[in-house]
C-alpha cells in the first residue's frame, strides 16, 4: 500500500526537522515492504532538506502537484507564456508580494520573517526576478486584495487559501496532490494532512488522517491532535494489515 504525509503541520512543525518518533513510524511502514510517498506544497527544492536521507529518491509530489519526483528525477508543469504573462501583469499593476517557484530557483519579495520564506532551500537555489523565471509552476500572493482575487477567478487556474497565513497558492487548473500522485502511477493510498490542499487527498484515500483542527478534517476518516501523530500511523498501518480497513471500503 502507497502511505501518503503532507509535510507542513502533518509530521513536521518547525518548518525544518521531523521528530524521531515520527521517523520511526515511517521506517516501519517501509519495513513492513509498504511505500511511503510525501506530498507537500513545497516545491521538491524545499521537500528535501526536510527528508531522511532514506526518503530522498522516493515518490515525491511538489508543489501540491506541480512537481514530481522519482528516484531524484524532477518533473514539473508550468504556466504556458501567455497565462504567464497576465500572472506577472497582475503582480506588478497591483504591487504585490509573493513568491514565485519555477522547476529550482525562485523569486520572493515578502517579508523575510514570513514562515514560508524561512522553508526556502536557499543553499541550493537563487533569488531572481519573476519575470526571469521562464518555468514558472506556483506563485505564492501575500495579502491579496478581492480586487485580486477577482481578476485570478477569470483566468485558467486554481487557488488554495491559507487562512492562517494571509495568502493563496496559484496553480494551474486541475493540478493537485491527487493529479501527482497519478503522475507517480499512485492510485490506491492511505493519506495523512492537515490544510486545505489536502482535501482532495481525503476524498480519494482508501482511509485519511487530518491533524489538527482545520475544518478539512471534515473529508478525512479521522482527526488527531499532533502529539498523537506516531501513535496513529502504527495504528494505520497494523488496522490496514490486519484488514480492518480495507473491510470499510469494499
Known sequence: MNFVFDIDGTICFDGKTIDASIIQALDEIKAAGHQVIFASARPIRDLLPVLPE?????KLVGGNGSYTSNGGKVDVIHFQDSLLTKLQTLVEDNQLTYLGDSDWDYAFTGEKTHPIYKNINQASAKNRELRSLHKLCKLVLFQPSRHVIDELSTLPVSITCYKD???IDISLVGINKVRGLHAL?????IAF???????????NALYS???GGHEVKQYASASIEKENVPAMIG???RAYEDQEIQSIYV
Open 165 to 167: 497565513e494571509n495568502a
Open 54 to 58: 532514506a526518503f530522498q529518491q522516493g
Open 185 to 189: 502511477q499512485v492510485q490506491d493510498f
Open 235 to 237: 495504528e494505520v498501518l
Open 193 to 203: 494532512g492537515n490544510d486545505s490542499n489536502d482535501q482532495c487527498l481525503f476524498e
Open 209 to 211: 488522517v487530518c491533524i
